[in-house]
């Protein structure tokens, strides 16, 4: 079946816009979580949602990044007023949950520079 | 809180040597423990895992085993390919609930004919 699909897959922006970035994860899958991966942070946790639960943003490095996820399928990641530091590669994944400790399949990931 | 410490890279070898790649982790309770390889050009997937203690993860010829009373889980294969040329992330997620992710800073092999 079709894998976690990341759009877009390049975003080149300038300081100070704001950037959405949309994951659609695997059919069926009750979990998501969104990381970055950077040169500076190597793969760092962002913000991950559950269901109908309330998402952990314990990952979030700013205000200016949030997320959501619509029906709880699509999510999209938005950082408003971007800045430099914020260019990395932005990858989703999701995992199906069902008994625990399942496993985690990556998107190709949204890779952004931000000039 | 959760961490992870993976050996420094690159790794340059030969074909067909031995490969060991060091993590080892600090976690409260009974982490699972993951690698994640990540080839050229390509996304990040799971490589093998491993979720309790003593259990031994294989795939493609690799294998890593879950020593809780080292907190460790080293990756190795006895005979490297070219086309395991990539970037390894070893990584934990807690035992139970929120099954985010932490990573090592991943380490780069290369190998050459």
């Known amino acids: 079946g079709a894998g976690v699909s990341q759009s877009p897959s390049n975003k080149v922006t300038e300081k100070g816009k704001d950037v959405e970035l949309r994951c659609d994860p695997i059919?069926?899958?009750?979990?998501l979580y969104w990381y970055r991966q950077s040169l500076g942070q190597g793969l760092e946790f962002l913000i991950y949602f559950q269901g109908n639960s309330a998402p952990d943003k314990s990952g979030l490095p700013s205000d200016r990044f949030s997320a959501e996820r619509t029906g709880g399928s699509v999510s999209t990641l938005t950082i408003q007023r971007t800045q430099q530091e914020d260019s990395a590669v932005y990858l989703c994944a999701s995992s199906s949950y069902t008994s625990g400790q399942e496993t985690q399949y990556f998107g190709p990931g949204t890779r952004l520079l931000v000039l | 809180g959760n961490s992870v410490t993976q050996m420094e890279g690159p790794v340059t070898l030969s074909e067909e040597a031995f490969l060991t790649i060091n993590c080892t982790y600090t976690?409260?309770?009974?982490?699972?423990l993951f690698w994640y390889v990540q080839y050229p050009g390509e996304g990040l997937q799971l490589l093998l895992k491993a979720t309790k203690a003593d259990d031994k993860g294989s795939n493609k010829g690799f294998e890593a085993t879950y020593r809780k009373e080292t907190t460790s889980f080293h990756l190795e294969k006895g005979s490297v390919q070219v086309s395991d040329s990539a970037v390894y992330f070893c990584a934990l997620s807690a035992a139970f609930g929120n099954e985010k992710l932490t990573f090592g800073t991943g380490t780069r092999l290369t190998i050459i004919p």
């Open positions: 976690a409260t309770g009974y982490p699972s």
């Open positions: 059919s069926g899958h009750t979990a």
